[in-house]
């Protein structure tokens, strides 16, 4: 199956500070979801970013799919960014790539 | 409202019981998936389907069972053949397959005590 990395591991930066988060995925892929884990565990959809770039607000992500790699950039950090950011992919509609894969996140800390 | 409901919310078994988790959907999603998430950890997929009455093991499916027997619902059962299940679960949807953007439920904390 699609193997998906994402780095740094973890982040720690302080308010309104900038930063970008990155995945990494090793086969095309038809799907890339951003998600934002919430301190009760909720996943926050972010972005739905197979190719292209999306911006929504202060955030924005990037996916160069011919090199595999996605970026979440997150601008002017309050501390409400704070959690866990993963990446998930899902591969061509083709027999098992139905599930979606995700990476192990990026624990983002934003201290006041 | 259209969304993934989980319940319960927190649920607490005593072990080598089963206990069934509830995922219901009205987003008309055919795909459902289960994941489990462990502390500090990633999330891990334990079955999915993608149509009514059909549904494929996951990466940890060993003692986990479900059902399709309805478009909205996808209930998992933890058996007590799972050697540990305490542990945080998340049921998400999505249109058709992994391809597809999906949403996810809020989760349910599983406590084996």
């Known amino acids: 199956g699609i193997q998906v990395e994402q780095s740094p591991p973890d982040l720690i930066l302080q308010e309104g500070a900038n930063s970008t988060l990155r995945c990494n995925f090793s086969d095309s892929v038809n799907n890339l979801q951003w998600f934002h884990q919430n301190p009760w565990g909720q996943l926050i959809n972010l972005f739905y970013i197979p190719s292209g770039t999306k911006q929504n607000g202060r955030l924005s992500a990037t996916t160069v799919a011919t090199e595999r790699y996605s970026l979440l950039y997150i601008s002017s950090s309050q501390t409400t960014d704070s959690g866990v950011y993963f990446c998930a992919v899902g591969g061509k509609p083709n027999f098992g790539n139905e599930k979606l894969t995700f990476g192990t996140g990026t624990r983002l800390t934003i201290i006041p | 409202d259209g969304g993934i409901t989980q319940s319960p919310k927190y649920l607490f078994r005593k072990e080598g019981q089963n206990v069934t988790l509830s995922c219901e959907q009205n987003l008309n999603h055919d795909a459902m998936y289960w994941y489990r998430q462990d502390p500090g950890q990633g999330l891990r997929l334990i079955y999915y389907?993608?149509?009514?009455?059909?549904?494929q093991k996951g990466d940890i499916a060993e003692g986990y069972s479900v059902s399709r027997e309805k478009k909205e619902s996808f209930p998992l059962t933890v058996t007590s053949a799972q050697k540990n299940p305490t542990a945080f679960y998340l049921c998400a949807s999505s249109t058709s397959g992994g391809w597809t953007e999906a949403f996810f439920g809020q989760g349910t904390r599983l406590t084996v005590v």
């Open positions: 389907s993608q149509i009514v009455n059909d549904f």
